[in-house]
């Protein structure tokens, strides 16, 4: 038996194909809001048995509930997070993604399972000034550092820490992952603002893998015991520009034509906050947010092919056009609909 945490959310459902496909028992964490039928109709849709996931319906942060729901597991799979860019959302995010990852490591020590793959961010590395980030690059706080960045950082802490305690521990740090989830949320929203006519595209540049990778990866990574490591995924390194252009291509419709550039970012966000407090309705765009996209970030990845490759295992990614033609396909099935 195998547990899951965020099983339901983008990169979840692939995993949980992945290790339903090759015959394992899940054990999947779920809140009462959970969409249990979206995760069923997916795997379903690819011929698996939905009867061989348990549901465990509690809460990451109840410590003693996850002692229960961790007893008797082989292995963890900690994919749950919040990934948010809004200014209110910096301590819910620390709550959810540093402290329910220590609760984890916590009970993983405590009843004594020892395996642990742990879903981060390459948002909790550091960066080098006209040089690609790889695994090595040190963290370093600072003004223009996300709330994000620093929950998914001192997520890791916790987790490096029950490495030292005895867990057996390894990190993923993809990049901008892309596949098709909820499409009013994360990354997926993107394809939803295209397709309904975005006009506007970011100038910046930034890597991008499929979700089904990062799902991949996961599982490969955990079944070779690949422990002791951090390792950064990334299909490709594009800019938002490109990868706005084949979403527009592949719906069909007009690509967005205007650049948003670096001096325009502030009242974008502004605009944006203002209305959000006339409104009520929550900001799309936030300073944090808006910065992201105007900055040219690039990744290198060699480890996981290098690491792979020893143990015999050629990895290939799936392409990025591949992945986004697949994606507004779907995105433009469930959107069309409506």
């Not at 995760?39 to 465990?56: S, Y």
Request: hydrophobic content about 40%; glycine content about 8%; some cysteine.
């Amino acid at each position: 038996m195998e547990f899951v945490t965020g099983g339901t959310g983008l990169v979840g459902r692939y995993l949980v194909a992945e290790l339903v496909a090759g015959g394992r028992e899940v054990r999947l964490l779920c809140r009462p809001q959970s969409d249990r039928e979206a995760l069923l109709r997916f795997l379903n849709h690819r011929g698996l048995d939905g009867q061989r996931v348990e549901w465990c319906e509690g809460d990451l942060l109840d410590g003693s509930f996850m002692e229960e729901a961790i007893a008797g597991c082989s292995r963890v799979y900690h994919l749950a997070a919040v990934v948010s860019f809004h200014p209110k959302d910096a301590q819910h995010m620390m709550r959810v993604n540093r402290d329910a990852t220590r609760i984890l490591v916590n009970a993983m020590l405590h009843v004594g399972v020892e395996e642990l793959v742990h879903l981060s961010s390459v948002a909790a590395l550091g960066r080098v000034t006209g040089e690609p980030v790889h695994e090595e690059v040190p963290f370093e706080s600072g003004p223009n550092v996300t709330a994000y960045a620093h929950s998914k950082f001192e997520s890791e802490l916790e987790v490096w820490r029950g490495q030292e305690e005895g867990l057996k521990v390894l990190t993923l740090n993809p990049t901008v992952i892309l596949g098709a989830g909820d499409f009013n949320r994360s990354s997926s929203a993107l394809f939803a603002m295209v397709y309904k006519g975005l006009k506007w595209y970011p100038t910046g540049s930034n890597g991008f893998v499929a979700a089904h990778d990062v799902a991949r990866a996961c599982h490969v990574l955990g079944d070779q015991k690949c422990w002791g490591k951090r390792y950064l995924l990334n299909a490709e390194n594009r800019s938002y520009q490109s990868v706005f252009d084949q979403m527009a291509d592949d719906f069909k419709i007009p690509r967005p034509s205007r650049p948003v550039k670096p001096w325009m970012m502030g009242a974008v966000w502004r605009l944006s906050m203002a209305l959000e407090f006339i409104s009520g309705k929550r900001a799309k765009a936030t300073k944090e947010s808006v910065a992201t996209t105007h900055k040219n970030h690039s990744y290198q990845s060699d480890r996981l092919e290098k690491t792979l490759g020893e143990a015999g295992i050629v990895w290939k990614y799936q392409s990025i056009n591949a992945v986004i033609s697949e994606t507004a396909r779907i995105c433009k099935e469930q959107l069309g609909s409506n």
